[in-house]
Nanobody, 122 residues
Framework: QVQLQESGPDLVKPSQMLSLTCTVSGGSITTSFYAWTWFRQAPGKDREFVAA??????VYEDSVKGRFTLSRDNDKNAVHLQMNNVIPEDTAIYYC???????????????WGQGTQVTVSS
């Protein structure tokens, strides 16, 4: 059974950097899935797309472009989201997810983690 587990710091100050990790068990990121993504959900808001990576491309939501970097770590069977120069508006629960098809990288994910809280506050 495939399981995804997010981890990372839960409190950072504005302009700082943090890295979130999505660790996969029960499957291989190199052979089991085509695309990986991070979504986030801020208090009182809908879950929104942040970034996605496939074997061909990486895409980012406009508000994080240039600040966030999504990468795969094949040796650790994990996916990382590095978040630079964070702002209070980045405060949310962050979820990683995976899928096996090559359609729209912004939707259609069937495997989800439980989420990890990120709070950006001074």
């Amino acid at each position: 059974q495939v399981q995804l587990q997010e981890s990372g710091p839960d409190l950072v100050k504005p302009s700082q950097m943090l890295s979130l990790t999505c660790t996969v068990s029960g499957g291989s990121i190199t052979t089991s899935f085509y695309a990986w993504t991070w979504f986030r959900q801020a208090p009182g808001k809908d879950r929104e797309f942040v970034a996605a990576i496939s074997w061909i491309t990486t895409v980012y939501e406009d508000s994080v472009k240039g600040r966030f970097t999504l990468s795969r770590d094949n040796d650790k069977n994990a996916v990382h989201l590095q978040m630079n120069n964070v702002i209070p508006e980045d405060t949310a629960i962050y979820y990683c997810a995976a899928k096996q098809d090559s359609y729209d990288l912004r939707s259609g994910y069937g495997y989800w983690g439980q989420g990890t809280q990120v709070t950006v506050s001074s």
